[in-house]
């Protein structure tokens, strides 16, 4: 017994090191920070909670524009990706020629990196509809990326496309987890297929869905790349939680005042992740 808990510590020791230092001793270092007046150079002096009541009472950095932004495109991203994920899922686990094709090219987005995915899709809101624009008058193509609305369903779409074939990964495993024995007997029953979607395959995919919800989430909330890439938040009407934080700790130099926007950002997020994972445990206890 002895043999295997120093066994089982000396293998996990790696990992907790690891996650000590790449998450544990930066949070606690970024708690200090969030309570001083670092300019990001030179001495931190102490300050107090004066930057959350800064924070939450003369705010002039747009910190809870940017947090309603970014809720609402959380809650809209989270949606379209799982759906289009599942959508997917669906699609390329029949059997037909070219499946496998069709997953290796829904996937491929994916592996494209934030910055390059965002200037590659600027220049099709910029280049492309702006000629679109030229050519045939349609108001609808016209200005996607400086208007909080068009720029809102940009970064959607951009989104959507990136994570959509990772999402189908995840439900492509579920689905396929799913036995053949309920299958056949739903048929035998005489369920068609959108009754044996809604009965059996939804029903057994719960889990999965637990999954891709706690990952989009948190990923929809923490996007970075794409929106300083796409719209760099223009007149902050497209100015998402962490392109905000960003602006304030190495653009206006506000390090301390940022901390304290970041510690926030972190209780905010991790409160919405527990509670959608609880919430979505009691729907798998359920079904």
Not at 62 to 69: A, H, K, L, Q, R
Not at 115 to 137: P, R
Request: proline share 2%; with cysteine.
């Amino acid at each position: 017994m002895k043999r295997s808990k120093l066994g089982f510590w000396l293998f996990l020791a790696p990992c907790l090191i690891s996650f000590a230092i790449v998450v544990l001793i930066p949070t606690v270092i970024g708690i200090y920070y969030s309570l001083t007046d670092w300019k990001g150079s030179g001495n931190a002096n102490f300050i107090g909670f004066e930057n959350y009541i800064k924070l939450f009472t003369n705010d002039n950095s747009n910190f809870w524009y940017s947090f309603g932004y970014t809720a609402l495109f959380a809650i809209t991203a989270v949606i379209c990706i799982n759906v289009v994920g599942f959508a997917l899922a669906l699609l390329v686990t029949k059997k037909f020629r070219g499946a496998t094709l069709l997953r290796g090219i829904f996937f491929m987005p994916n592996l494209i990196g934030g910055l390059l995915l965002g200037f590659a899709w600027q220049f099709i809101f910029k280049q492309v509809f702006n000629a679109i624009y030229t050519a045939t008058g349609m108001e609808f193509f016209r200005n996607w990326l400086t208007d909080s609305t068009t720029g809102f369903f940009a970064l959607l779409i951009v989104m959507v496309w990136q994570m959509g074939g990772y999402m189908m990964i995840i439900y492509i495993a579920a689905i396929q987890n799913i036995p053949d024995s309920v299958i056949e007997a739903s048929a035998i029953d005489g369920a068609g297929g959108w009754r044996r979607l809604f009965s059996i395959t939804i029903p057994m995919v719960v889990p999965a869905f637990t999954v891709g919800l706690f990952l989009m989430l948190s990923n929809s909330f923490k996007l970075f790349d794409q929106n300083l890439a796409l719209t760099k938040g223009p007149n902050h009407c497209n100015e998402m939680l962490a392109l905000n934080i960003y602006n304030s700790a190495f653009v206006s130099n506000q390090t301390g005042y940022a901390q304290a926007k970041a510690v926030i950002f972190l209780i905010s997020v991790a409160t919405i992740s527990i509670i959608q994972l609880i919430a979505t445990k009691r729907a798998e206890v359920e079904t």
